[in-house]
């Protein structure tokens, strides 16, 4: 057994020595021995500063296939065929019908290729076409229209119509179907819509193109759409977009992560050939190892932020790319100066600017209201002279957006950045341990933090209960810090858990919201989250604490440059955190105690400074029997807040905090 886990196992604040003994080292571990009850304190007429109304945010990237197989609403995987421009991939063919790419018969420069139908033995008792198994499934649901669009010409005289349909994987049924006529020996867009009936919820569905009559047919940018959040064409998926809204983010930093920078620079988030038409939007490979078709493009960020009142974070791409090639800072790197400041003017611009009349045609009318720009992401390589780039992409934006607030993402020396991205995935038992780091951030002329990416990584696909346990004694720092950390992400946010096999639908283990094609759900950290980001109040209070129960953690060996360092020694780590807001248009309280004990934890509240506190609130609580306990696809909602009434509050009440916790205490205060 883990050996915080078992020391969790024992009586609380009672005396325990243990010499435990690991393959590493032998190390001396202490739960904290105290008997008196923990005390939270709270000195409501000491405002040490303002919770940042943009603290809680989202960040994701096309990884886990987060976009594509997720949120963006398309249904058919590789709709482009370039995938693979060797070989056909996620389509099949069907009734003896032969298919190929041809390179020869390209829709445009973008999609330079088409997939070729050779159907020459088609008829009416064999219909012969293409088939596709959309992302791990196609969703059908009852009464619900679905929009297809293809591009396609024919040869041979092919006169006759296709029909469309989505029919179950066995075949046996065909939920819904539709004719498309008119073909000729021309590219045409052809659009039409499926109508399913009263059918019951299924996946195990694939969409098909066929014919009954020989012919060779061409096919490019085969598009099918269920029923998007707000309708939106190209639009969203509704439960994503929900639990999203949830959360109520305040912010989207995007488009990545890895995603912006890519594995080589012509692999990097090129977000001119993201907008526009979708045919002609060319696609590119994500560092993820899988290809996005750019469906889902600026445009389609721009729709997000705007559909759940977002601002965006603005990531742009600074000269790197992952296998450390960079661009030198001077004029070569010009072009990607000018290429971030195009950007900016396409989300801020209005429609006397070039690209603010360009998102304009994209359907975004109204300019976005831009604050934060990041440089890059990540740029922590030495040799990349991240300074010197980031100085030049700094006075650029400076001269032009003067007000813009602009973030580097890691030191840098040359310019003074407005804010610093900070990354951490950690351990439960590390995030706890650096729960408190930003109590003790010079405030005086110290650069303000973006925790840009963040997450307590145990479990998976998606974190279990310990992990929304670290994520909560963390975000009491972020929060009580809010002052200094004024933007905050989880990452990532999504994770297709169809195919969690090596090479399936998972890149990244442990992530906020799982689904496969037809359902979604939470993670315990998602609730976690969701209880942070909506219960908080503008003003952060002064705490103070004693008694507060202790472990021992051994801190992880490192390596550095590919050699194991020696274990950092031991410390003493707190195993209660909380911190407190109070909104100062009502005076309500938000109280956040977070239990990562295995047993019941009685605490003392006392609360100075206040002239009167109601006697009764309203307590939200996130529990779990263990730390490993969690949501799945199967059982979407084993945990998930529950709120109760809380009687008896004063100025100095106790509370007791089940095993595994996080508890938000409401309650009004003048
Ligand atoms: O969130 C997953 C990856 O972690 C991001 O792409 C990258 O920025 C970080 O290393």
Known sequence: MHVIRMLRSLPSRQVVLLIAATAFQTASLFAQTNNEIPVLQIKANQITGWVSPTLYGLMTEEINYSY??????????NRTFKANTNEVKYWSATGGAEISLDHGTPLNDALNLSLKMDASHASKASPAGIVNPGYWGIPVKPRATYHVSFYAKAANGFSDSLTVAIVSTNGRTTFAKAKVSGLTDEWKKFETTLQTGRVSPSKDNQFTITTTSPGTVWFQEVSLFPPTYKNRPNGRRPDLMALLAGLQPKFLRFPGGNYLEGDHINERFDWKKTIGDQAARPGHRSPWKYWSTDGFGL?????????????????????????????????????????????????????????????????????????????GNEDWDTNSDYDGRFAQFYDAIKARYPQLQIIATTKVKSRTPDLLDEHYYRSEEEMEAHALDYDSYPRTNHTK???????????????????????????????????LVLISCYAPLFVNVSDLRPGGSMQWRTDLIGYDALNSYGSPAYYAQKMFSTLHGDEILATDSQNIPTEMWQPPARRRNGVEQPAPPPRQIRKIF?????????????????????????????????????????????????????????????????????????????????????????????
């Open 299 to 375: 445009p389609e960020f721009l729709g997000w932020c705007e559909d759940l009142n977002m601002q965006p974070v603005l990531a742009v791409y600074a000269g790197y790319s992952l296998r450390h090639e960079y661009v030198k800072p001077g004029p070569n790197l010009q072009p990607y100066v000018q290429d971030a400041l195009d950007e900016i003017e396409y989300v801020t611009g209005d429609a006397s600017t070039k690209w603010g009349a360009q998102r304009i045609k994209d359907g975004h009318p109204k300019p976005l209201k831009l604050r934060y720009v990041e440089v």
């Open 68 to 77: 594509e197989g997720g949120l963006y609403g398309e249904l058919i995987r």
């Open 578 to 670: 909380f911190d407190a807001t109070r909104d100062s248009a009502s005076g309500t309280i938000f109280l956040k105690m977070v239990n990562t004990l295995g047993t019941p934890e009685t605490v003392k509240i006392e609360i100075s400074g206040a002239q009167s506190i109601a006697y009764t609130g309203i307590m939200t609580v996130l529990k779990a029997d263990k730390p490993d306990d969690t949501n799945s696809i199967q059982e979407p909602a084993k945990i998930r807040p529950a709120t109760e009434a809380a009687t008896s509050l004063s100025n100095d009440f106790t509370r007791t905090l089940p095993p595994y916790s996080v508890n938000i205490l409401e309650f009004k205060t003048r």
């Open 449 to 483: 933090i973006f925790c840009g990416e963040w997450a307590t990584r145990v479990g998976s696909p998606t974190p279990n209960m310990a992990g929304a346990l670290g994520d909560s004694a963390w975000m009491t720092g972020l929060e009580r810090n809010s002052d």
